[in-house]
């Protein structure tokens, strides 16, 4: 069964350094989102993309979060500089959903542990 | 906005015993209702779905029926089982322009042999 990979499982970085994700799809896939979830809570969304494009990054800390999909399937995930409050669960999910399918259940990678010390 | 509200955790229960998990949903369209499980350190896996309402979603034994007139969309199982021992997130998502799911808070539920 197609799964979504996300690498690394852990993290742990200290503050002011900087520090990437990486989330592969599941293949054919055209919409990819990225959640932050802190502990104990449920997960936020942070950027959602379509093929290439952001459709909605309006939760993302643009000041030291940026997110890409250069070529619409795999995505990268950063921070710079990191903070203490930055420490939380990352988790890529993706779907298939286009605007004229309803295929718009989420499938989620086993996501990204990062602790900032 | 919209919004997901679901009990507070911990839930804990006897192996066998009958499972409900409470949520209740404030959405201004007709939102998709989800229930997602979380074991721990793994992601999030889709356990049933129901896209309008008096659907029944079902899955391993777990079900939810989309309540209109209740905004509420409860989980029930009628025998829990010690692998039952996860955090559930109930979530609702809006075909609007951003396609986006709104989570609940989640509730653990621990369930001891």
């Known amino acids: 069964e197609a799964e979504v990979a996300q690498s690394p499982r852990y993290k742990i970085t200290e503050k002011s350094q900087a520090v990437a994700f990486w989330c592969d799809p599941i293949s054919g896939h055209a919409t990819l989102y990225w959640y932050r979830q802190i502990l104990g809570q449920g997960p936020e969304l942070l950027v959602q993309?379509?093929?290439?494009?952001?459709?909605?990054d309006s939760q993302l800390p643009k000041d030291r979060f940026s997110a890409e999909r250069l070529k619409g399937v795999d995505s990268t995930l950063k921070i710079q500089p990191a903070e203490l409050g930055d420490s939380a669960m990352y988790l890529c999910?993706?779907?298939?959903?286009?605007?004229?399918?309803?295929?718009?259940?989420?499938?989620f990678g086993p996501g990204t542990r990062l602790t900032v010390t | 906005g919209d919004s997901v509200t679901q009990m507070e955790g911990p839930v804990t229960l006897s192996e066998e015993a009958f499972l409900t998990i409470n949520c209740t949903y404030t959405?201004?369209?007709?939102?998709?209702l989800f229930w997602y499980v979380q074991y721990p350190g793994e992601g999030l896996q889709l356990l049933l779905k129901a896209t309008k309402a008096d659907d029944k979603g079902s899955n391993k034994g777990f079900e939810a029926t989309y309540r209109k007139e209740t905004t509420s969309f409860h989980l029930e199982k009628g025998s829990v089982q010690v692998s039952d021992s996860a955090v559930y997130f109930c979530a609702l998502f809006m075909m609007d322009s951003s396609y986006k799911l709104i989570f609940g808070s989640g509730t653990r539920l621990l369930v001891r042999p």
């Open positions: 999910a993706s779907s298939l959903a286009r605007r004229e399918t309803s295929s718009y259940e989420q499938y």
């Open positions: 993309f379509q093929d290439e494009s952001v459709v909605d």
């Open positions: 959405a201004t369209g007709y939102p998709s």
